[in-house]
């Protein structure tokens, strides 16, 4: 299924030197401007992609950790990858190194709101003598 183009003693970003026929390169770039190789087949999936690049994140990418590979989206040519799709049909060239961007959504249960938070525009929540709207009309 995908192969890591890098073994454990060298850097993350060293391309494979030849790019088997049957194999396709995906050179993930992640938006800090890190980037890692990694060999997959064209009939592998994006979510099975997916989990390989989560399974195998470089310990050199610590700023931005994934929590799992759900979290993750790749964007080729412009256009977010459907977990469906194969690398085949997003007419990613066998052979070939093509790169990728590598996006991070942020953990779901952190991001949303708690259901119970009050808003920020509840009374109790507003600044000691000010109304709800704190517009300046000018």
Known sequence: MTDLSAGPAAPPSTPPA???????????????????????????????VKQAVYAAWPKEWTEEVPAGPGNLRILLRGKFLEDATTIKAAQIPAGETTIVHLLIRPDAARAAPAANAPAKNEPENRPEGRGGCQCAIL
């Open 18 to 48: 030849d790019v088997p026929a049957d194999k396709v390169n995906l050179r993930l770039l992640l938006v800090s401007g890190q980037k890692s190789d990694l060999l997959v087949s064209p009939s592998d999936r994006i979510d099975a």
